[in-house]
């Protein structure tokens, strides 16, 4: 379990593909610290390391996680936000994130706020997926408040240390991001949806 709480941002070093997986070489401050078979957030997706080297670490996404999240669309010199898992001693600080992507979504318009930034979203809601006014949303493994919330669509507001810290600093305009939606939210959606069946 995740919290959606960025220790760190990684740059990808190298990408290999492996039948229908790809193997990504990440170099990260982190790196050094982990453990074969540790679980990271990477954008907010929950992988493996499955090898580690001097200041890097391996991971790899199966066909199943690249066809949900951005994952794919990752090259050398790309920059992504891990996180490892909470321990159980840990100060709970964001929300109950799994690292189970939902879906992608569209990044519409950055504007700047005078000492914050406001970001505007837009998915696809024919995926059965909701956001909530005031409720939690993870973006690429980033624990935020959604509001002016509507049928595939919500805004956030970006603090500066957010900004300088994680990947929403070189976020632009027509960018695709990680999604997970509120645990919470999940299953009171399908409870209802059971009871209306």
């Not at 193997?23 to 090898?51: A, M, N, P, R, Y």
């Not at 992608?104 to 909530?132: H, P, Q």
């Amino acid at each position: 379990m995740f919290t959606g709480i960025i220790e760190a941002t990684g740059k990808i070093k190298s990408i290999e593909t492996s039948g229908t997986n790809l193997v990504f070489e990440v170099e990260s401050k982190i790196s050094k610290e982990l453990k074969v078979d540790q679980s990271i957030s990477h954008d907010g997706v929950c992988l493996t390391v499955t090898k580690k080297g001097r200041g890097v670490h391996y991971v790899t996404a199966v066909a199943e996680t690249l066809k949900r999240s951005t994952l794919k669309h990752l090259k050398p010199g790309s920059i992504v936000n891990l996180e490892r898992c909470l321990p159980a001693s840990g100060r709970f600080d964001g929300h109950i994130v799994q690292g189970h992507i939902d879906q992608t979504a569209r990044c519409n318009v950055i504007e700047d706020a005078n000492g914050s930034w406001l970001m505007e979203f837009k998915y696809d809601k024919n995926l059965g997926n909701i956001a909530v006014d005031k409720g939690s949303i993870c973006i690429n493994g980033i624990s935020l408040t959604c509001f002016d919330t509507k049928p595939g669509f919500f805004r956030v507001t970006i603090i500066p240390y957010t900004m300088e810290n994680t990947n929403l600093g070189i976020l632009k305009a027509g960018d695709h991001v990680n999604l997970e939606f509120d645990i919470l939210g999940k299953y009171v959606q399908r409870i209802m949806k059971e009871k209306e069946a």
